[in-house]
């Protein structure tokens, strides 16, 4: 896959880039010579050949490239891979696309990349009767695409929920903290007890945000019984701050013959705190974050017990491999799954274990969103003119300052000092995404940046990749998808 995408973002996309140049050149300027044309269209043929021979039905690197050229600069190498790969990898693609988008600003692609995962999250685990029955009915067909595992489902609904908080949009930040809930606690056919504390405690900050009180408390209570490092923050507090540390966790496979999915923890950063500085001068308030979710526990966990792979019910079945005949079967049953399980794989199976037989193993679905982090810290606080309280009379406590409504204060500057125990680390971090669109602002940042990673999500298998796109039906589901993309 690395390949293509580099042919298609590079030298291919150079070679077409330099040859539309000059046909465009040509019409520009008249009158077209014959000779010449028919040179320009020979060649535009033959390239259309080699790319055909290469990429099989497309989309080839023009189209690729003319897709993205309408997108930020920064973005458009997630762009390509999101209009590459079609429906197999949708979702893990706008997760990343999202992610990347929040860190840099583009508010706007973010929202509209996290709600494509969020919409196809939302298809297979409807919690609503119907839906269950009839993404029952499609199971097989739908397991074919990337739907990710439940830290990394409820990952794009905590984005997506900050996104709602920057907007001062509180009843849909908590509908998706809820959800993000949700998606921790199943996973296949199993259903397990929340412990991602951090879920609830949003849920309450959105609550507290909205002007219900009682929600927010019921929320803030519940957290803590998960998480006792999570308070209950000051009622008028009204800036929210998160910052994201390290690298979160990988996947790896284990078994003897690869066939279980296990969790890593993320590559050992130094960073294991952070200290928040809002303002400046004699305003100046700065405090330490508190930890408040664990990315590698949430992965390696269900319903707060650890797991050893979430394939354990398949080791027994590809344990009789010895013969040629169960080598067959289960790299047939392997494709099969990794395309999606469809039955129609399997049964014409034949024909793709000729071309892939001797490179195609039993190995677990490794893909993963890659630019998750480590673990979140949590802060609250009030910023603000503040309101004056009353005076307290003589043995009673001081009335409650009164909370601020929107465009009665703004955001401070913010600045965000990475820490090693006590020791500060040089560190800077991305910039914050700070705002206070209504009632409330929040301040979101990130330790290490997801802009280094590559455009291509890790884990993806180039062969089947391929395949897919020379079998009519999928094809014809991720022209689909591309054309609503464009």
């Given at each position: 896959m690395k390949t293509i995408h580099r042919l298609a973002t590079g030298i291919a996309a150079f070679s077409l880039l330099s040859l539309a140049s000059a046909v465009v050149a040509q019409d520009a300027a008249a009158p077209v010579d014959p000779a010449a044309a028919k040179a320009a269209a020979k060649a535009r043929a033959k390239q259309v050949a080699a790319w055909k021979a290469q990429y099989g039905p497309g989309p080839y690197p023009d189209e690729v490239?003319?897709?993205?050229?309408?997108?930020?600069?920064?973005?458009?190498?997630?762009?390509?891979?999101?209009?590459?790969?079609?429906?197999?990898?949708?979702?893990?693609?706008?997760?990343?696309?999202?992610?990347?988008?929040?860190?840099?600003?583009?508010?706007?692609?973010?929202?509209?990349?996290?709600?494509?995962?969020?919409?196809?999250?939302?298809?297979?685990?409807?919690?609503?009767?119907?839906?269950?029955?009839a993404t029952s009915a499609t199971r097989l067909e739908v397991n074919k695409d990337f739907k990710g595992e439940p830290y990394e489902r409820a990952m794009a609904y905590y984005y997506r929920g900050?996104?709602?908080?920057?907007?001062?949009?509180?009843d849909n930040a908590r509908a998706s903290f809820k959800a993000a809930e949700y998606q921790d606690t199943v996973s296949g056919e199993e259903s397990f007890q929340s412990d991602f504390a951090l879920l609830t405690y949003l849920q309450g900050w959105a609550s507290q945000c909205a002007g219900d009180g009682s929600q927010a408390a019921d929320a803030f209570e519940q957290a803590a019984k998960i998480d006792p490092r999570l308070k209950v923050p000051g009622p008028n507090d009204n800036v929210l701050v998160l910052t994201e540390l390290g690298i979160g966790p990988v996947k790896a496979t284990d078994g003897q013959y690869q066939e279980k999915l296990v969790f890593r923890p993320g590559a050992a950063m130094p960073e294991n705190g952070a200290?928040?500085?809002?303002?400046?001068?004699?305003?100046?308030?700065?405090?330490?974050?508190?930890?408040?979710?664990?990315?590698?526990?949430?992965?390696?966990?269900?319903?707060?017990?650890?797991?050893?792979?979430?394939?354990?019910?398949?080791?027994?079945?590809?344990?009789?491999?010895?013969?040629?005949?169960?080598?067959?079967?289960?790299v047939g049953s392997s494709f099969a799954q990794q395309m999606g399980g469809n039955a129609l794989y399997a049964q014409g199976i034949g024909a793709a274990l000729s071309m892939f037989s001797k490179s195609v193993r039993p190995t677990a679905d490794t893909r993963m969103w890659d630019g998750l982090p480590s673990s979140i810290m949590v802060g609250t606080t009030r910023w603000g003119a503040a309101a004056p309280a009353a005076a307290a009379g003589k043995g009673k406590k001081p009335a409650p300052k009164a909370s601020l409504s929107a465009g009665e204060w703004s955001m401070p500057s913010v600045s965000m000092t990475y820490r090693q125990d006590d020791n500060a680390l040089d560190l800077t971090g991305t910039k914050p995404m700070a705002a206070s669109a209504g009632k409330c602002g929040i301040v979101w940042a990130r330790s290490r940046s997801v802009a280094s990673l590559p455009s291509?999500?890790?884990?993806?298998?180039?062969?089947?990749?391929?395949?897919r796109k020379r079998d009519k039906d999928v094809w014809a589901k991720d022209e689909a998808f591309r054309a609503k993309l464009r």
């Open positions: 490239e003319t897709f993205a050229q309408g997108r930020q600069e920064e973005l458009r190498g997630y762009y390509r891979v999101l209009y590459y790969d079609g429906e197999h990898n949708a979702v893990l693609n706008y997760e990343r696309l999202g992610l990347l988008s929040m860190e840099l600003g583009y508010y706007g692609d973010a929202e509209k990349a996290f709600d494509g995962a969020l919409d196809r999250i939302e298809a297979f685990y409807n919690k609503d009767k119907q839906a269950e029955k900050l996104l709602y908080l920057r907007k001062g949009d509180y200290i928040v500085t809002l303002g400046a001068g004699k305003t100046t308030r700065a405090w330490p974050l508190t930890p408040a979710a664990d990315i590698y526990t949430q992965a390696s966990t269900r319903g707060g017990r650890a797991i050893d792979g979430i394939l354990d019910g398949k080791a027994q079945f590809k344990s009789g491999l010895e013969t040629t005949s169960a080598l067959a079967t289960t291509e999500a890790p884990g993806n298998n180039a062969k089947i990749a391929l395949a």
